[in-house]
Each structure stands twice: as structure tokens, then as C-alpha cells.
């Protein structure tokens, strides 16, 4: 028996290596290409035809959106951006007559124009955010003003975008600065190329579209030679795998186009089955990593045809996202949330989820949600064009209690009420997107926030990162002031906790769920009964080692509480919370990345010997 054992460790230890040599040679390879393609002349003959066959005609677009409240909000955003003013993330920065493209706007931090190998982008101090820096270098601005001028026909739009890339194309040369930092930046850039040169192409001088598409034509080599492959098989991967593909795809007249498309298509047809589980759920753990994810599949999907099999995926990932979402469409932010988008990163953003349901139900051709023109009008009539955006409506799927397997997630809903039951395990390796909310409980009644995550506000400040993604910050226990798992930086957990589920069953009376979380030397079980669509029953059970142990019950509420009688607190209009021994506490929460408002969770705080149980009741209010 020993024996087998050893030749198993020793035989997992050749694996390792060889993997580990594997990487090696990869990234040999990545920088001496890096190394070789530094030397691409700045401008080639390059050609290529706009708009572009495979997306929508921009004069078909601009017909249908003449004269309606959407336009009126593209234009509004337009001429706001013509003044320097840019919408990032749920704010707007004053940029003047020049948009510092390598300067943190909010601490005014600048970077050097150095190989980008160079730049120190994780160090706060040395870089400022790298997020606030790359947002706005991901030119999504300019592909409003783009459709702008497509809409309304106004050179000032187009000007404007020939001045900001020209300023851009200066500012941060081939492969120098923080703009090249991050292959998924690029990649995004390069979509955002992509719309620019499909909406503008046509109308570019004949100088201005040879140093265009040489730009493009360099985004995809950067691409090509600067997958993360091993750094971020995740979101990063499957991002620049779409864009590489797209090139390849749209400019089939640049060299290597085919051999660019395939290497894409092969690339995002693996994420598929490496980051879709069979419930449908992305396998990091996060809501809305889940929606920019599925735009990234749904976006190929525009641009090739599709397997049987991958179209699976996509109808597997929109039932998921259907049945998350809350009754009016919000999107509960389980996890992390990085404030970007793949295409119009503006509008309400507790609303991203609806354009994204939209979008997939005209691809599918298959109705999950009841969606509006507006939610069209945001993503699918620029992917898909007016035509295919007029078909019949199916009738909505009846969405009901249910349990998401690889996820762990339970979806508790009876009429107008939502609830989302965490009983799943952290995300992969490092679980770099998870938040230590395990048990946790999210509940809405008809699109009214009743409990809430306090959602993900910064990755770059230490105290704030943790404190968001923290026990505390979830509708779920701590005990001894210690979070289900060990921070171990900005996207790492130590020490993960062991989740399961244990029991759920839905009758036409009541919903039961009932999971168990193991960390440490504690065991926390829950269980939560859903009654005749109007209250909820929570009782925790915690088990650990002998003596008093600080015990903490967090109820992140929607709105300011207010207390009515003794152990009863008042949420809005919505609900009373009724739990015994707490107090109502001031919290934060972030409902888009960077920034943050105040908030109200009320608060069982006791010392006391284990074994020990906890009891709260939500009832709704009818």
C-alpha cells in the first residue's frame, strides 16, 4: 500500500513539473515574440471593407432609433463626452480638452510610458488604480460617440474620436505603459476598434483608416502572443480569446487572419466547457462575472456559427441568469462585481442583467424574461440588427424554487418574491472573485431590496477590499470576529471553508433549504424555510470548541431600518425583521464598483458557550 502511495505523490510531482516546464516554455515563447513584434512598422497597407458585412447596417440602426427616448439618451451621453465630462463607472470624471490616458483621474497618480513588462500596475502607490485607468482606456466612449454620429449624422461626434485615438495612439505606443498591462485591456480596446471602424470606417480619410487598421492589425498580435493562458484562465481568457477571434473573423484581408480566428474559436469553445458548469453557472462564483461572461459567449456567437453543444452552454447560462435575477430584472450582486461591461457599460447598472436576458432570448430564440424595447435597444439591435430583433415573443417560462447543483445556489420564489440561498462552495483555485458569504441569504419582493449584499466597491484598497467581501458584510454568522476563509491578498482565499447541502424541497406551501459550512474548528448550519410566499424562517446552529465564543448574526437590510416594537425592525415598507437581542449599526454598500454609500444592518452581537442556536423571522408585508 505504501508503495502505491509513493509512486502516486511521486507521479503528482511529474505532473507538477511537467506543467511547471510547460509554463515555462510558454512564456519563453510569449516574450520573445513580444520581443520580435515590438519592431511591427507603425503603419501598413492593410485593407479592409465598412461597415462590416457581419454586423448590423449602422443606416438600418439609425432608422430605427430616429426620434425615440433612446436616442435622446445616446445623444445627451454624446454631447456630454464632446465636453471632456466621461461617464466611469457609476460616476463621471472631468477630463478637459485631453484625456490623460496613463493617470489614475481620482489620485492623480501618473504612469511612464516604460515596456509594459515594466510597469508595476498591482502597486497602489506606484500606479494609483489601474482599474480607473483602464476603464476609459477601453475606448467604450468612443464607440457611443461612434454610434452617435451613425444615429444623427453630427461630425462633431466623428471628430471627436479621430482627436481622442490620435492623442491616444501618441500617448501609449506599441506595447509601452500600463495600457498593455493587461491582455484583456487590449482586448477590449480592440472591440471597441472594431465598432469604431464598422461605424466610421467609411467616412476616415484615407491616411487616417491606414493607421486604423495597423493599430487593429497590432491589437491582435498582442493578443495572439499574450494570452493568459496560465495567468488568468478565467474571464481574461475567454475576453481575449473573443477579440482575437473577432479580428480574425472581420478582417479576414490582415495576414494570419484565419490562423487568429481559429486559434480564438478554439479557445472560446474550451472556456465553454471549462467555465460553464452543468447547472449553468460561471464557475467563479459571481453573478456578475456570470453576465459579462455570457455577453462575451453570446458576442461569438453573433460572429460564428455555433455548435449544438455551445449553443447548449448559452441556453444553460441565460436559465441560470433568468432565474437570479430579481422580478423587476435587478441583478443581485452575489460575488464580485468589477463595474465593466462588454458593450454599453452605462444606464442603470442594477439593470445590466436585462439587456444581456434580451439579447440571448433573440439568439436562442427562446423567452426567459419579459424584456423591453429599451432592453433591446441597449446591446441586441447593434449585435443582430432590426430585422432580427422584431420576432414574435415566446411566452415567458414560469420561473419557480429551485436548486442550482454546481453552484450551491438555492432560488427560493413564490410570485413577485425572490430570495437567493448561498449554499455552495467558494470559486476555484484561489477563488479570487468569491466573497466569504457562504449561508447568506438575499430577498426581494417585487424589485424592492429587502436583504441585500452590500456588493464588491474597490480591488485596490486593502481594508475596503476585505471589508466588502468579508462575513460581515453578508446575511450570514461570524464567529470569533473570523471570516469563513483567510484573505491571502486582493483575489486570493486561504484556508476555504467545506459547504454542502444538505436538504431542499418545494412544496405548493413552503420552500426548505437546509447547509452546512465547515472552517475551522466550527460548523455552521442553516436552514431556511420559505412559507406560503410571505415569511421566512432562519435558524442557525453553530457547533465549536468548548468555552464562550463571540457569535455575530448580520441582516443587511435595503433600506433604513426602523424599530417598531422590542425585537422587531421595520425594513422600508417591505418587511419586519424579528430577531432577538440586536441592534441596528451603520454599514456600506456599493451598488456599482467604486463607490459607496451608506447603509443599515441590524445585528445579533452575544458571547456565548457552543453549541448555540439563532432564530430570525422575515415577514413580508402585503
Given at each position: 500500500m505504501l508503495s502505491v502511495v509513493n509512486y502516486i505523490a511521486k507521479r503528482e510531482d511529474q505532473l507538477s513539473e511537467m506543467r511547471s516546464y510547460k509554463e515555462l516554455l510558454f512564456r519563453?515563447?510569449?516574450?520573445?515574440?513580444?520581443?520580435?513584434?515590438?519592431?511591427i512598422p507603425r503603419q501598413r497597407e492593410l485593407r479592409a471593407t465598412a461597415p462590416l458585412d457581419l454586423l448590423p447596417s449602422p443606416i438600418a440602426i439609425a432608422r430605427t432609433t430616429?426620434?425615440?427616448?433612446?436616442?435622446?439618451?445616446?445623444?445627451?451621453?454624446?454631447?456630454?463626452?464632446l465636453l471632456g465630462r466621461i461617464p466611469v463607472f457609476g460616476t463621471e470624471i472631468d477630463f478637459g480638452a485631453a484625456v490623460a490616458w496613463r493617470r489614475d483621474p481620482l489620485r492623480d497618480i501618473e504612469t511612464s510610458r516604460k515596456y509594459f513588462r515594466f510597469i508595476p500596475y498591482l502597486d497602489r502607490l506606484a500606479c494609483?488604480?489601474?482599474?480607473?485607468?483602464?476603464?476609459?482606456?477601453?475606448?467604450?466612449?468612443?464607440?457611443?460617440?461612434?454610434?452617435?454620429?451613425?444615429?444623427?449624422?453630427?461630425?462633431?461626434?466623428?471628430?471627436?474620436?479621430?482627436?481622442q485615438l490620435e492623442h491616444w495612439w501618441t500617448e501609449n505606443p506599441f506595447q509601452r505603459g500600463i495600457n498593455w498591462t493587461s491582455a484583456l485591456e487590449v482586448a477590449f480596446r480592440a472591440l471597441s476598434w472594431i465598432w469604431i471602424w464598422h461605424l466610421l470606417g467609411a467616412t476616415m480619410s484615407a491616411e487616417f483608416r491606414r493607421r486604423f487598421l495597423a493599430e487593429v492589425y497590432r491589437h491582435g498580435l498582442h493578443l495572439q502572443y499574450n494570452l493568459s493562458t496560465y495567468f488568468s484562465p478565467n474571464t481574461h481568457l475567454l475576453g481575449e480569446a473573443v477579440a482575437l477571434h473577432a479580428i480574425g473573423r472581420l478582417f479576414p484581408e490582415f495576414p494570419r487572419s484565419e490562423y487568429r480566428r481559429e486559434l480564438g474559436r478554439k479557445i472560446v469553445r474550451d472556456q465553454m466547457t471549462a467555465q460553464v458548469r452543468r447547472d449553468g453557472s460561471h464557475f467563479e462564483q459571481s453573478t456578475y462575472y456570470h453576465v459579462y461572461a455570457l455577453d462575451l459567449f453570446l458576442f461569438h456567437a453573433v460572429l460564428e456559427d455555433t455548435t449544438d453543444e455551445y449553443r447548449d452552454g448559452?441556453?444553460?447560462?441565460?436559465?441560470?441568469?433568468?432565474?437570479?435575477?430579481?422580478?423587476?430584472?435587478?441583478?443581485?450582486?452575489?460575488?464580485?462585481?468589477?463595474?465593466?461591461?462588454?458593450?454599453?457599460?452605462?444606464?442603470?447598472?442594477?439593470?445590466?442583467?436585462r439587456a444581456t436576458l434580451a439579447t440571448a432570448s433573440l439568439?436562442?430564440?427562446?423567452?426567459?424574461?419579459?424584456?423591453?424595447?429599451?432592453?433591446?435597444?441597449?446591446?441586441?439591435?447593434?449585435?443582430?440588427?432590426p430585422e432580427k430583433c422584431r420576432i414574435v415573443r415566446l411566452p415567458n417560462i414560469h420561473r419557480q424554487s429551485r436548486v442550482f447543483a454546481d453552484s450551491g445556489l438555492v432560488v427560493m420564489r413564490r410570485g413577485e418574491v425572490s430570495a437567493l440561498f448561498d449554499a455552495g462552495p467558494f470559486g476555484p483555485w484561489s477563488a479570487g472573485h468569491s466573497?466569504?458569504?457562504?449561508?447568506?441569504?438575499?430577498?426581494?419582493?417585487?424589485?424592492?431590496?429587502?436583504?441585500?449584499?452590500?456588493?464588491?466597491?474597490?480591488?485596490?484598497?486593502?481594508?475596503?477590499?476585505?471589508?466588502?467581501?468579508g462575513t460581515a458584510a453578508h446575511n450570514t454568522v461570524r464567529i470569533d470576529g473570523r471570516n469563513q476563509a483567510v484573505?491571502?491578498?486582493?483575489?486570493?482565499?486561504?484556508?476555504?471553508?467545506?459547504?454542502?447541502?444538505?436538504?431542499?424541497?418545494?412544496?405548493?406551501?413552503?420552500?426548505?433549504?437546509?447547509?452546512?459550512?465547515?472552517?475551522?474548528?466550527?460548523?455552521?448550519?442553516?436552514?431556511?424555510?420559505?412559507?406560503?410566499?410571505?415569511?421566512?424562517?432562519?435558524?442557525?446552529?453553530?457547533?465549536?470548541?468548548?468555552?464562550?465564543?463571540?457569535?455575530?448574526?448580520?441582516?443587511?437590510?435595503?433600506?433604513d431600518v426602523q424599530q417598531v416594537a422590542p425585537e422587531v425592525w421595520r425594513?422600508?415598507?417591505?418587511?419586519?425583521?424579528?430577531?432577538?437581542?440586536?441592534?441596528?449599526?451603520?454599514?456600506?454598500?456599493s451598488c456599482v464598483f467604486g463607490s459607496k454609500q451608506a447603509s443599515s444592518v441590524v445585528v445579533v452581537r452575544k458571547r456565548i458557550a457552543l453549541p448555540a442556536t439563532l432564530r430570525a423571522e422575515l415577514r413580508l408585508i402585503r
Amino acid at each position: 500500500m505504501l508503495s502505491v502511495v509513493n509512486y502516486i505523490a511521486k507521479r503528482e510531482d511529474q505532473l507538477s513539473e511537467m506543467r511547471s516546464y510547460k509554463e515555462l516554455l510558454f512564456r519563453l515563447r510569449q516574450e520573445t515574440a513580444n520581443a520580435v513584434i515590438y519592431f511591427i512598422p507603425r503603419q501598413r497597407e492593410l485593407r479592409a471593407t465598412a461597415p462590416l458585412d457581419l454586423l448590423p447596417s449602422p443606416i438600418a440602426i439609425a432608422r430605427t432609433t430616429c426620434s425615440t427616448p433612446y436616442e435622446v439618451d445616446l445623444v445627451r451621453l454624446a454631447d456630454q463626452i464632446l465636453l471632456g465630462r466621461i461617464p466611469v463607472f457609476g460616476t463621471e470624471i472631468d477630463f478637459g480638452a485631453a484625456v490623460a490616458w496613463r493617470r489614475d483621474p481620482l489620485r492623480d497618480i501618473e504612469t511612464s510610458r516604460k515596456y509594459f513588462r515594466f510597469i508595476p500596475y498591482l502597486d497602489r502607490l506606484a500606479c494609483g488604480d489601474h482599474k480607473w485607468i483602464w476603464e476609459v482606456n477601453r475606448h467604450q466612449h468612443l464607440v457611443l460617440l461612434a454610434q452617435a454620429f451613425a444615429v444623427t449624422g453630427r461630425t462633431a461626434y466623428f471628430d471627436e474620436v479621430v482627436r481622442q485615438l490620435e492623442h491616444w495612439w501618441t500617448e501609449n505606443p506599441f506595447q509601452r505603459g500600463i495600457n498593455w498591462t493587461s491582455a484583456l485591456e487590449v482586448a477590449f480596446r480592440a472591440l471597441s476598434w472594431i465598432w469604431i471602424w464598422h461605424l466610421l470606417g467609411a467616412t476616415m480619410s484615407a491616411e487616417f483608416r491606414r493607421r486604423f487598421l495597423a493599430e487593429v492589425y497590432r491589437h491582435g498580435l498582442h493578443l495572439q502572443y499574450n494570452l493568459s493562458t496560465y495567468f488568468s484562465p478565467n474571464t481574461h481568457l475567454l475576453g481575449e480569446a473573443v477579440a482575437l477571434h473577432a479580428i480574425g473573423r472581420l478582417f479576414p484581408e490582415f495576414p494570419r487572419s484565419e490562423y487568429r480566428r481559429e486559434l480564438g474559436r478554439k479557445i472560446v469553445r474550451d472556456q465553454m466547457t471549462a467555465q460553464v458548469r452543468r447547472d449553468g453557472s460561471h464557475f467563479e462564483q459571481s453573478t456578475y462575472y456570470h453576465v459579462y461572461a455570457l455577453d462575451l459567449f453570446l458576442f461569438h456567437a453573433v460572429l460564428e456559427d455555433t455548435t449544438d453543444e455551445y449553443r447548449d452552454g448559452l441556453s444553460r447560462m441565460t436559465d441560470f441568469l433568468a432565474s437570479v435575477v430579481q422580478a423587476n430584472g435587478d441583478l443581485p450582486l452575489l460575488g464580485d462585481d468589477d463595474g465593466g461591461r462588454v458593450f454599453h457599460p452605462y444606464g442603470e447598472r442594477a439593470q445590466v442583467a436585462r439587456a444581456t436576458l434580451a439579447t440571448a432570448s433573440l439568439i436562442l430564440n427562446k423567452s426567459v424574461f419579459p424584456f423591453s424595447e429599451h432592453d433591446v435597444e441597449e446591446v441586441a439591435l447593434w449585435w443582430l440588427g432590426p430585422e432580427k430583433c422584431r420576432i414574435v415573443r415566446l411566452p415567458n417560462i414560469h420561473r419557480q424554487s429551485r436548486v442550482f447543483a454546481d453552484s450551491g445556489l438555492v432560488v427560493m420564489r413564490r410570485g413577485e418574491v425572490s430570495a437567493l440561498f448561498d449554499a455552495g462552495p467558494f470559486g476555484p483555485w484561489s477563488a479570487g472573485h468569491s466573497h466569504a458569504d457562504t449561508l447568506s441569504l438575499v430577498v426581494s419582493s417585487g424589485g424592492e431590496e429587502v436583504l441585500i449584499d452590500p456588493g464588491t466597491y474597490t480591488y485596490m484598497d486593502p481594508d475596503w477590499r476585505d471589508a466588502f467581501r468579508g462575513t460581515a458584510a453578508h446575511n450570514t454568522v461570524r464567529i470569533d470576529g473570523r471570516n469563513q476563509a483567510v484573505p491571502g491578498g486582493p483575489f486570493r482565499w486561504m484556508n476555504k471553508p467545506e459547504v454542502r447541502l444538505v436538504h431542499f424541497s418545494s412544496t405548493p406551501e413552503q420552500d426548505c433549504a437546509v447547509a452546512i459550512c465547515h472552517y475551522g474548528d466550527f460548523t455552521h448550519k442553516r436552514t431556511v424555510q420559505f412559507l406560503d410566499g410571505n415569511t421566512f424562517n432562519i435558524l442557525d446552529e453553530l457547533e465549536g470548541p468548548p468555552g464562550e465564543h463571540l457569535i455575530e448574526q448580520f441582516w443587511h437590510v435595503g433600506a433604513d431600518v426602523q424599530q417598531v416594537a422590542p425585537e422587531v425592525w421595520r425594513i422600508g415598507q417591505v418587511a419586519d425583521l424579528v430577531v432577538e437581542d440586536s441592534q441596528h449599526e451603520q454599514a456600506w454598500r456599493s451598488c456599482v464598483f467604486g463607490s459607496k454609500q451608506a447603509s443599515s444592518v441590524v445585528v445579533v452581537r452575544k458571547r456565548i458557550a457552543l453549541p448555540a442556536t439563532l432564530r430570525a423571522e422575515l415577514r413580508l408585508i402585503r
